[in-house]
């Protein structure tokens, strides 16, 4: 179909098979598949012999449950994607940041995280020429009474560093301008010549509320790529640390909702019901992030089934408790008055720009990993798919509270039928000259890791695309014609990573 | 002359109390520990003995703000009777000076803002006029028709004048006027629904974000000059709602004391129960004020 090559989630194939399509056919097959309803989960530039790039892109395809991947040969310039298809635009200012090919005619050409360029063929550019963080030239709207205003990267809050500029008329916002890039660290990078010891401890510390769900990720691209099997239980218990992660997260960002906009009940009650979430984390693992949980071959700790009984237990408390404090939100109406139209993404717009997670499933789009690319656990037990239409930070919040009791359930289910079996599969290592990808349905949204090994099965290029990296621009996209004290509400709605984003 | 100095001495010293009880009542209803009854006092004393923080583009202006504040809020103290006795500074038309010394601390806090040129300052002192715009005719008016209901154009005159009977014969003047004080109060002491206190979001900020370069003494001056002000609002409010009169000078006090307690738990229950009003609604909000000042000083104009 279309040169594209066809696989599926966690399916490693040769990686010569990967169809190299001139730059044309290249651009045409991805428009093509973009318009044809595909999205683009990830695009990235690995150096090619000559001092050319090679750049692979990754589409999925929702209804059908394949992906499709394909790649072409860049040299210095090439004729941008963007203008075409809008979800390619973060990934190609940050490969052409990357690697210093030029995307001509793309439109808004800026760093995404001001690293240094990664070919070390093209050598190292002067200190002086070297981007300086936070320094760009910011998109403004001149006029008389245009103010600008400036947050960050220092926050009032305990939180993450990022640069905000908003462009406003009055209190009225006309235009959000978001910089990243402060938590680079070069993970993907650290990733090549692996796996080493320390490859699962950069996934579970790539974004730290992520924990599970990338280390997931990480571990299924591991096996396909070393045909490797997880054992059942293992993967039932993957299973539940993903959906407990998923509800301790949901839990705690709907008690920052209701923080944000001054209501106190709902504020204090979630916040203690995340950490007794988290604490349900602790009690599979040790750790009340899961460090430790998700290895390559299995998971690191079995339950038993008095452990079994007491998270049980605890479980049920907290999904009464949630119960009580969630509904609070939707039964108060000054809480309501707030969520209720702020911050709304188009179906329209959403789908362009390619938002995924449940910011894609609150402007009525159904785009779930779990559901349409199945892995691991979820190809047996199925959850149905949380959404809503409005867009808005209402919406965001209630496929929040969707999501919070359809995970407790599948959690409690999971557990009452633990399947014997050993936890942890003898490890092999990657098979040499593969590709694979993999996904995951983390509580942000998709999870997407690519890998291609060398010929010794080291891994040659490793790519990863938190839902972040495709959300932020919708946030920035969700504030325009916003009062400007509606955006921390609206960011909080999204509450996307900055260290997941900046890797 | 103890009734002065009572009158004198203990705003100054339990103004800071509130505070305290609004967190402890919050706290409570969330099911918290919440900070002690005293923090305020705390944090104050800590405050004075740091040393401020000065911004190269402030000018005088910046340093002049707190204290210009505070000595004018202070002033207004001592126009507000307390247990309904003669207040240390009375005359005729005092309530104008009262509403003109708020006035004053507001336009210094709002300069000593835009001296520092931060755009998170100018915003917070751009919403503050806007707001305080609408909310001093709502308390301007509902002090008029007090003032018309007693006949009298002193503050120690018309809340010592305020009596059952007066309740008795023109409950819904005064209910009015009463609701559109409480909508004053919350807006001038920056409480929910109008503002949020406990934020910490510059960008949703009105009166916090003002004093965000205010350190040390300075900021000290501040916290203290706006829990007097909550004080003086409250004292004015607490009288006119509960008038006791004929009771005598301990019991009135004892009233008076009591019901000013008693706001701020009322005040702590309702940021406990609802979320702050989207900013766009905040001028409905007071422009509901202005419209129950309003009726209440036309039924009272109309009356025989």
């Known amino acids: 179909m279309n040169g594209l090559l066809q696989l599926r989630n966690a399916q490693a194939v040769r990686a010569d098979s990967v169809p190299r399509l001139s730059v044309e056919e290249f651009r045409e097959a991805v428009i093509c598949a973009v318009e044809g309803g595909a999205r683009l989960s990830a695009m990235f530039g690995r150096p090619a012999e000559g001092n050319r790039l090679l750049v692979t892109a990754v589409l999925a395809n929702d209804p059908d449950g394949t992906l499709q991947a394909c790649s072409t040969v860049v040299d210095g310039g090439y004729d941008s994607i963007t203008p075409d298809c809008p979800q390619a635009h973060w990934f190609e200012r940050e490969i052409a940041e990357q690697w210093g090919v030029r995307p001509q005619g793309h439109p808004w050409l800026k760093p995404v995280r001001f690293q240094p360029p990664c070919r070390p063929a093209a050598g190292q ?19 008389h009474e245009i103010h600008e205003v400036a947050v960050g990267p220092v926050h009032a809050g305990v939180i993450e560093p990022g640069h905000f500029r908003f462009q406003c008329f009055g209190e009225n916002v006309l235009h959000l301008e978001i910089s990243l890039g402060y938590q680079h660290r070069g993970v993907e990078r650290a990733m090549i010549g692996g796996p080493t010891a320390r490859s699962s401890h950069y996934m579970e510390t790539l974004a730290g509320d992520t924990t599970i769900g990338h280390a ?82 299995g998971v690191g700790f079995d339950m038993d089934s008095a452990r079994v009984e007491e998270l049980l237990k605890r479980l049920a408390v907290i999904a009464k408790d949630t119960a009580i404090s969630a509904n609070l939100l939707w039964d108060t109406p000054s809480v309501q008055a707030r969520f209720e139209g702020a911050g709304t993404v188009s179906r329209e717009l959403a789908e362009q720009i ?38 808005d930070v209402f919406a965001r919040a209630y496929v ?25 599969a003898s490890p092999s290592s990657p098979a040499g000259n593969r590709f694979a990808v993999s996904m995951v349905e983390g509580w942000r949204g998709e999870i997407c890791h690519v890998a291609v090994t060398d010929d010794r ?47 | 002359m103890t009734q002065i100095l009572v009158n004198i001495l203990l705003p100054l010293i339990l103004a800071p109390l509130l505070l305290g009880v609004i967190n402890r009542t919050k706290a409570v209803l969330a099911g918290r520990t919440g900070q002690p009854l005293l923090q305020l006092y705390f944090d104050l004393w800590k405050l004075l003995h740091k040393g401020a923080v000065y911004s190269r583009t402030t000018s005088w202006v910046f340093r002049a703000g707190p204290m210009v504040g505070l000595a004018a809020i202070l002033t207004a103290s001592a126009i507000v009777p307390l247990g309904e006795t003669s207040a240390p500074l009375h005359f005729a038309g005092d309530l104008i000076l009262l509403a003109y010394l708020l006035g004053l601390a507001r336009f210094f806090t709002v300069i000593a803002a835009l001296d520092t040129g931060s755009a998170f300052e100018g915003m917070g002192a ?112 607490v009288q006119a709602v509960l008038p006791a009169s004929s009771a005598g000078y301990e019991a009135r006090l004892a009233i008076c004391l009591a019901g000013m307690f008693a706001l701020a738990v009322l005040v702590g229950v309702i940021e406990s129960v609802m979320a702050r009003l989207r900013m766009i609604r905040v001028p409905q909000l007071l422009v509901a004020a202005i419209a129950f000042s309003l009726l209440a000083i036309i039924l009272v104009l109309r009356r025989p």
């Not at chain 1, 550019?125 to 006029?143: K, N, S």
Request: net charge negative; glycine share 10%.
């Open chain 1, 125 to 143: 550019p002067p200190a002086a020429e070297r981007p300086v963080i936070g320094v760009t030239d910011f998109f403004r709207v001149e006029g």
């Open chain 1, 216 to 297: 997931t990720a990480y571990c299924q691209l591991l096996e396909a790529l070393s045909g490797s099997h997880v054992p059942a239980r293992a993967e039932v218990l993957r299973g539940v640390a993903l959906e407990l992660e998923r509800v301790a997260n949901h839990v705690g960002d709907l008690g920052a909702l209701a923080g944000d906009v001054g209501f106190l009940p709902t504020l204090s009650y979630c916040g203690r019901i995340r950490g007794d979430v988290l604490n349900l984390t602790a009690m599979l693992c040790g750790n009340r992030f899961g460090r430790g949980m998700v290895r390559p071959g």
């Open chain 1, 400 to 424: 929040r509270w969707l999501e919070i009791q359809r995970s407790l359930a599948f959690v409690s289910e999971q557990l009452r039928s633990l399947p014997e079996d050993v936890v942890m």
């Open chain 1, 354 to 391: 390619g938002l995924v997670g449940p910011a894609a499933r609150a402007c009525g789009l159904e785009r779930d990993i779990q559901n349409h690319h199945p892995s691991g656990i979820y190809r047996f037990a199925h959850i149905p798919l949380s959404g809503w239409d409005s867009g």
């Open chain 2, 126 to 237: 751009s919403r503050e006029v806007t707001f305080s715009a609408l909310a001093e005719p709502a308390f301007l008016l509902g002090l008029a028709a007090l003032a018309r209901l007693t006949d009298n154009l002193s503050l120690t005159g018309i809340l010592g004048g305020l009596t059952w009977h007066t309740w008795a014969a023109s409950a819904p003047e005064l209910a009015m006027a009463a609701a559109a004080m409480l909508i004053v109060f919350l807006a001038e002491n920056a409480r929910i629904p109008v503002d949020d206190p406990n934020t910490h979001l510059e960008l949703t900020m009105i009166h916090e974000v003002m004093v965000l370069d205010h350190s040390g003494p300075d900021f000290a001056f501040i916290l203290y000059g706006s829990s007097v002000k909550m004080w003086v609002l409250g004292a004015i409010l």
């Open chain 1, 457 to 503: 099965g080291r891994l040659a290029a490793y790519k990863v695309a938190d839902p972040s990296f495709h959300n932020w621009f919708g946030l920035a996209c969700a504030l325009r014609n916003q009062p400007i004290s509606d955006f921390p509400l609206c960011n909080k709605s999204f509450n996307l990573s900055y260290c997941g984003h900046d890797l």
